[in-house]
């Protein structure tokens, strides 16, 4: 046994650990309190479906922003620099069409579906939900597989925890990583199992108050002791060609260029709602319309606070590793990279390790729970997600009998803590060989390069079929698994063995040593076969007669006798209609609606007359610093305005979501079986017969 780290003490002060100590007794208290309301299957996938608009907005952007996913975008741009924020921009219309029109996410929630693929058997098939629930269960767990390594690297590193190894016969493992991820998947675990989704929503929701304070904090701290001028002066020393300040000079920067932004913004529309990671957020609404405005809301948290934190502290510690007057800084920082044995791991920690040693005692401590907080969001969101889809898209297809409700929940604890064990087996193990968000992508798009197009054509368009289905979902996944198998396996180990034992083949030499095309290019390009692939087949092939649209979303004369389509206003004219506001929308809601439009929209057509006049008469490093230096300021007095207003609406949301459970009358059939084309729990002919047979079972 040795000790790779043994050079590192803990970077954290008996002042840090108390913050540490305090803020995670809270937490855990928080999330204890919502066991007494966790009664029902419905409770535990989806919070009986009573969750607000703030409520959502703040849990599931913590949820979706754990530390991994902070790593992944602090490698984007601390490559990127500011430049890379500006084709960001391009995507704004795409993101906010699909806010604002409820894209999907209206739709799905109308289906009252606790699992995507649940919504797969309503519009297609059985066996189709079987096939797509392993095929999402598979994707979604090796995609998350790595999450908790990264994770607890990152922690490990950013608190300075000494790193132990040993050798179990040809494999090295890392005694110190095993513990760390130990520990925090328990916690996670306990989370989940005291009170299912409604403690992660409770537990979400604090999280995100505390990433918001101490982003802030933290970045005010870091311009203060780097200072703009530092900047901005090493920025402009950037090499040829790959300009972090100005976006028109990236011509030789390989992964990240405009051609990245442009295939994340197709990829966004086409796989809109489709990843299955936060699925829990996905149907705990109370309303359709409450799932539209949170998904409106949170455009505002992406384009300020989280944008902010994802983008200036990896310029930061770029500026500290770029400019001589930081020079005994960056040194300090390398040498502790160095006791990283692997390339890509150092890579992975530089911005990690460089914060730290940017950072004061007491923020470290804030930062550190801010980082354990956002850990325990995002596994717990995947735990409970993949744990609950293979229980409910894989075993209950396949019974005759439901489960009891007792028996029920036992099994899908049993499965998320199934999922638990392989994760943290195959965090230890699997070794990533690229970019973390490029093997996000690629992993994903085994479900996601089908999933798609099924489900806007499921969703939106009568003529698509189970043939169909079946065809764009297969086709995607192939496609998916030769790229993962081409970049990961073939072509850095395989490949180089082959060169070797065939010298004298002149074409295989002649190979590059790196695959000419990443892992977005095989995502983009699986879609787009996938895609087509549904709609010729669906064209060639007979719909189900016994299908009706309007059943399955619950319109017209198969309305649910709920409020959840409660009309507030008259009818609206033609141009608010045409903009998407209809009945449901109050006064409030339309003024939320034009201020994210407004805002977002602002940036959007500041890029296109930039893009413009920059095109025409071209722009120095001094202008670009001066619009990014106005940008940040804007973004930051949005975002100060933006945690009070959440924060307050949030914590209305709370208590009114514990009133309502309290009060609630549950239904016992609302497991996520389906009959037909329909939900069991609507299914008034046959609820009598399984609700006897669930409560004989119980």
């Not at 189709?128 to 908790?148: D, M």
């Not at 649910?560 to 009818?571: D, P, R």
């Not at 949005?638 to 709370?654: M, Q």
């Amino acid at each position: 046994m040795d000790a790779n780290g043994a050079e590192f003490i803990m970077n954290l002060h008996l002042i840090d650990w108390v913050i540490i100590t305090g803020m995670f007794v809270f937490f855990v208290a928080a999330a204890i309190a919502t066991k007494q309301y966790n009664k029902t299957v419905s409770d535990f996938l989806a919070a009986n479906r009573c969750a607000g608009r703030y409520m959502l907005t703040n849990a599931e952007g913590a949820a979706g922003l754990g530390v991994v996913t902070i790593v992944a975008l602090w490698e984007v741009y601390y490559k990127t620099g500011f430049s890379g924020l500006w084709w960001d921009a391009m995507l704004i219309p795409i993101s906010l069409i699909l806010a604002l029109s409820g894209w999907i996410t209206y739709r799905y929630r109308q289906t009252n579906a606790m699992t995507m693929a649940q919504f797969f058997q309503m519009r297609y098939s059985r066996k189709f939900r079987i096939f797509s629930g392993i095929l999402a269960w598979v994707s979604g767990v090796i995609n998350f597989g790595i999450a908790p390594a990264v994770t607890a690297r990152c922690l490990i590193y950013f608190c300075g925890i000494p790193v132990y190894t040993t050798n179990i016969g040809w494999c090295e493992i890392d005694l110190t990583l095993a513990v760390v991820m130990f520990v925090m998947l328990a916690i996670t675990l306990t989370v989940i199992f005291t009170g299912g989704q409604i403690a992660l929503l409770i537990t979400d929701f604090i999280q995100s108050q505390i990433f918001y304070i101490a982003a802030l904090i933290v970045l005010a701290v870091l311009l203060a002791e780097i200072g703009w001028g530092d900047v901005i002066e090493t920025l402009k020393k950037a090499p040829q060609e790959q300009s972090m300040l100005n976006p028109f000079k990236q011509q030789n920067l390989e992964d990240f260029n405009v051609w990245y932004f442009l295939m994340v913004g197709f990829i966004n529309v086409y796989a809109y709602r489709a990843w299955q990671g936060t699925q829990g957020f996905n149907c705990s609404a109370k309303s359709p319309h409450e799932a539209r405005m949170a998904g409106i809301l949170g455009g505002l948290r992406w384009q300020t606070i989280y944008l902010l934190f994802w983008l200036c502290i990896p310029i930061c510690v770029y500026v500290v590793f770029n400019n001589s007057k930081f020079a005994g800084l960056s040194h300090s920082i390398q040498n502790t990279l160095d006791g990283i044995p692997d390339h890509n791991l150092q890579e992975q920690m530089r911005v990690s390790v460089g914060l730290v040693k940017l950072l004061p005692v007491g923020l470290l401590g804030l930062v550190t729970i801010a980082f354990v907080g956002a850990a325990i969001s995002s596994c717990s969101s995947y735990l409970h997600s993949w744990g609950s889809i293979f229980i409910q898209d894989v075993v209950m297809p396949f019974r005759k009998r439901p489960l009891g409700l007792k028996q029920h929940i036992k099994w899908l604890r049993l499965s998320i803590f199934g999922v638990t064990v392989f994760v943290w087996i195959f965090s230890m193990l699997f070794p990533i060989k690229e970019y973390v968000m490029m093997f996000f992508m690629i992993t994903a798009t085994i479900y996601l390069g089908g999933a798609g197009a099924v489900i806007i054509g499921g969703l939106y368009w009568k003529r698509g079929t189970t043939a169909g289905a079946w065809t764009g979902m297969i086709v995607g996944c192939i496609l998916s698994v030769t790229g993962i198998v081409l970049v990961n396996l073939f072509w850095p180990n395989i490949l180089p063995s082959i060169k070797e034992s065939y010298p004298d083949i002149r074409w295989l030499q002649n190979l590059p040593g790196k695959l000419p095309f990443n892992s977005m290019h095989i995502s983009f390009f699986s879609a787009i076969v996938a895609s087509c692939s549904y709609v010729i087949v669906s064209l060639f092939s007979k719909p189900d007669p016994d299908f009706d649209m309007d059943r399955m979303l619950h319109r017209g004369k198969y309305a649910l006798k709920t409020n959840e389509h409660h009309e507030v206003s008259g009818k609206p004219n033609l141009v608010l209609k045409m903009l998407g506001i209809g009945q449901e929308f109050t006064k409030g809601d339309k003024f939320i609606y034009f201020f994210v439009t407004a805002f977002q929209l602002f940036w959007f057509i500041t890029f296109v007359i930039g893009t413009i006049f920059y095109s025409i008469y071209g722009a120095s490093d001094d202008t670009w610093a001066n619009w990014w230096l106005f940008r940040m300021s804007l973004s930051v007095i949005v975002a100060i305005i933006t945690f009070i207003w959440f924060f307050w609406g949030g914590t209305k949301d709370s208590v009114d979501l514990f009133r309502t459970l309290k009060t609630a009358q549950r239904n016992i059939l609302d497991d996520g079986s389906v009959v037909g084309h329909d939900n069991a729990a609507d299914n008034n002919t046959l609820s009598m017969e399984q609700e006897k047979e669930k409560q004989r079972v119980n």
